[in-house]
């Protein structure tokens, strides 16, 4: 066997290549794994390894299910996500991520990094898979060899986040060799007066074993000679770090800032505006100094009434989700849902908007009040919640048990009482997250339906009840 740790020869991916072919034998035959293989068919036919799936499928079972004394530090690092972190670069195939950091764009496995046009703010990047794409998974001695040969490539694309932000480093050892092979493939990129200023931005977070905290220096050399020097801090929990992080805040938070760059990218891109950036009067005879306001963020000033007008149902469901602050309800109850409860059968979320409104409400929304819970299921889905008998389910136990798309199909039949608010939002925001067109072009009709059914009885829940 292999006795070197390196990445090429590396001992532990060997052997999960051997247990790996000893395993597919005993899988595809064994009554025990039948389901397993039902349920991922698809990636069987696309020659995922048996491994490869029951990792996945036991990460993704598994990633909700917290250790009881963290909790109050992962509570802290959702704060600290909101405004204070750009973006995260991580090796775990878990959930964890996104389930704290809402809202964040996630790029899976280095081909998808590679080839998409990153923002830099709000993003994860999964480098070695997740749990939501067994294929993706890089764990055997092949899969590191690709992940190695491509090295560069991925290097050169995060390069920039290395150079324009602090990067806190966490849960792994200074000489994990993953780390160390991603720092040396940005060395080769970077001068000495470069390597200097990435020397300020470099932060190495080490767990000890006791209370006390430790703040020093750390080197790492390579073998052309190049050295990169960091700041490293020993901790026993990470509390007063996150603490010192939500020191420094943006204005906005992280995913509005990658939408608005994203946004700007592909105006400049194609030339055309996006629903939410419209661009006005101006002609290539304009000089820029006469300019006063070229971009406007949410509701631009100038289209006031009309800007309202043209609001869209997918907007509005967006809202209720993520609580945009800069839209006005009392504009969006006169001048949008009239258009829109007509345009959609009177099936438009309503209740976060008329419980700030002043005034008498237009007839057709008063109209669309429901008072009971059950008014949101038609005879089919009380039918169905009757054979299910989910009885004392949560969001949190369904997770476990179902798929994403089979969630958004079984929240609406749990009992009211199970349905936990703040649950719901978490999950509503996931969904929106990692399916971000599923409520306007992507996926199967029926998903879509059942998101915006239970989008709605969100806003009823929160808002009305």
């Known amino acids: 066997m292999a006795e070197s740790s390196t990445i090429q020869v590396g001992l532990y991916q060997k052997i999960a290549e051997l247990i790996g072919n000893d395993f597919s034998k005993k899988w595809f035959i064994d009554d025990k794994f039948k389901e397993v293989r039902e349920e991922y068919r698809d990636d069987i036919k696309n020659k995922v390894s048996p491994i490869k799936i029951e990792i996945a499928k036991y990460i993704k079972d598994n990633s909700l299910n917290f250790v009881e004394d963290q909790k109050s530090e992962l509570e802290l690092l959702k704060k600290v996500g909101k405004k204070s972190i750009a973006g995260v670069i991580t090796t775990n195939y878990d959930l964890l991520l996104e389930n704290i950091l809402l809202g964040y764009k996630t790029y899976i496995g280095q081909e998808e990094l590679i080839f998409s046009q990153l923002q830099g703010v709000g993003e994860i990047y999964k480098i070695h898979g997740c749990c939501t794409n067994p294929s993706s998974i ?20 995060i390069l920039t986040l290395f150079l324009e932000h602090p990067i806190v480093f966490m849960g792994y050892s200074i000489e994990d060799e993953n780390i160390r092979n991603i720092l040396k493939s940005i060395v080769r990129c970077l001068s000495k007066e470069n390597l200097k200023k990435l020397k300020k931005r470099l932060i190495f977070i080490e767990w000890s074993s006791n209370d006390e905290s430790e703040i020093s220096s750390h080197t790492l050399s390579f073998d052309d000679g190049k050295v990169i020097e960091m ?3 020993k901790l026993n929990r990470f509390e007063a770090l996150y603490e010192a992080m939500l020191e420094n805040k943006a204005k906005y938070s992280a995913p ?13 891109l194609t030339n055309e505006a996006t629903e939410k950036m419209k ?15 070229v971009l406007g963020v ?8 009309k ?18 602050k800069d839209i006005n309800p009392q504009m969006i109850v006169e001048t949008s849902l009239p258009n829109l409860l007509k345009q959609h059968s009177k099936s438009i979320p309503i209740y976060k908007y008329i419980k700030e409104f002043n005034g008498v409400l237009p007839s057709i929304v008063s109209q669309s009040i429901k008072t009971e819970f059950d008014d949101f299921l038609n005879k089919t889905l009380k039918e169905r919640r009757e054979s299910l008998n989910l009885g004392e389910f949560t969001i949190k136990d369904l997770r476990k048990d179902y798929g994403d798309m089979r969630c958004l199909e079984y929240i609406p039949l749990l009992n009211k009482d199970k349905i936990f608010i703040e649950e719901l939002s978490e999950f509503l925001q996931y969904i929106l997250t990692e399916y971000p067109k599923l409520l306007s072009t992507e996926g199967k009709q029926s998903d879509r339906t059942n998101l915006k059914r239970l989008i709605r009885i969100y806003d009823w829940i929160k808002y009305y009840k």
């Open 138 to 157: 890089v764990i055997n001695e092949e899969d590191y060899k690709e992940f190695d040969d491509k090295n560069a490539y991925l290097a050169s694309k």
């Open 231 to 233: 700041t490293k801090i």
């Open 256 to 268: 509005i800032l990658r939408k608005l760059k994203q946004d700007i990218y592909e105006l400049v």
């Open 279 to 293: 661009v006005v009067g101006l002609t290539e005879d304009d000089k820029l100094e006469d300019i006063e306001v």
């Open 298 to 305: 949410g509701i631009l000033s100038e289209l006031g009434k």
């Open 307 to 324: 800007g309202y007008e043209t609001f869209s149902a997918e907007e509005i469901y967006n809202d209720i989700v993520f609580n945009h």
